[in-house]
């Protein structure tokens, strides 16, 4: 039986108590899980899948990509510790559901796809939704979005072989950058990367994840 969007919020919220010991949080912040309960999972998956749109599992979107699943996505969002004035950036739009996720606790949202389709039909996604505080753009995330930065926070939704260095340069004192690290098709262990207002960067490994490459190649525009 497919999950109702209620059960998948109530799987988040049971998922982050079994995993408090590796996340250091037993529960998703109220803002985080108000807008996991907002924006709408089934808008951002093939109509194919719509039926399993709120099970807690990842779910093909076309291009060999995936919408990762919705704990991933909830914990990820919360480990950015983002506030209503946050800028972030998004590396890896896909379907754009992150990006919506984040849209909702960030005052900006700047998002790079690799893909030219998927960053169309997420731009129209966005502009059907009358989402206005996202801008997606397609290039190599592994450059970042100089000419926006620096970040409050960076979520890269694929996986690195190794920190991109841009990345950490583009974030800003006291910004976080959550990003999935290790061989591709395997499993990744998932970096919460903080750079101090001293501007010491500092490492915390959180947990296991297994994503779909980050594409290190050149320009796309
Ligand atoms: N955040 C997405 C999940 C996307 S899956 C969602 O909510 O649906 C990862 C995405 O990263 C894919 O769309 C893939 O094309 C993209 N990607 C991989 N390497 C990239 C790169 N170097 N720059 C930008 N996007 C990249």
């Known amino acids: 039986m497919a999950d109702t969007w209620q059960q998948m919020l109530d799987t988040i919220a049971t998922e982050a108590r079994y995993t408090a010991s590796m996340t250091g949080r037993t529960q998703f912040s109220e803002a985080v899980m ?5 924006v709408d999972r089934s808008a951002f998956v093939p109509a194919v899948n719509r039926e399993q749109a ?9 291009n060999g990509q995936t919408i990762s699943q919705p704990y991933i996505v909830a914990l990820m969002t919360d480990l950015l510790e983002l506030t209503p004035d946050s800028v972030v950036l998004e590396v890896g739009t896909g379907s754009g559901y992150q990006a919506a996720v984040l849209a909702q606790l ?10 030219p389709e998927l960053a169309e039909v997420a731009r129209k996604r966005f502009a059907d939704l009358g989402v206005t505080n996202i801008e997606v ?5 592994c450059d970042g979005w100089q000419e926006k930065a620096p970040f409050d926070g960076i979520i890269v ?19 976080r950058l959550v990003i999935p690290v290790g061989p591709p098709c395997s499993y990744q262990e998932l970096l919460q990367v903080t750079r101090e207002p001293s501007g010491d960067i500092h490492r915390r490994r959180i947990l296991g994840v297994a994503f779909v490459p980050l594409i290190n190649d050149q320009k796309y525009e």
């Not at 709120?54 to 979107?61: A, E, R, S, V």
């Not at 005052?107 to 893909?115: G, N």
């Not at 753009?137 to 995330?141: D, E, I, L, P, V």
Request: include cysteine.
């Open 157 to 175: 939704t694929a996986a690195a072989s190794e920190i991109p260095p841009a990345l950490i340069e583009q974030l800003g004192p006291g910004g």
């Open 34 to 38: 108000q807008a996991m309960s907002e």
């Open 106 to 115: 960030a005052r900006q949202v700047y998002s790079l796809e690799r893909i």
């Open 54 to 62: 709120y099970d807690n599992g990842p779910l093909p979107i076309g």
């Open 137 to 141: 753009r397609c290039a190599n995330g």
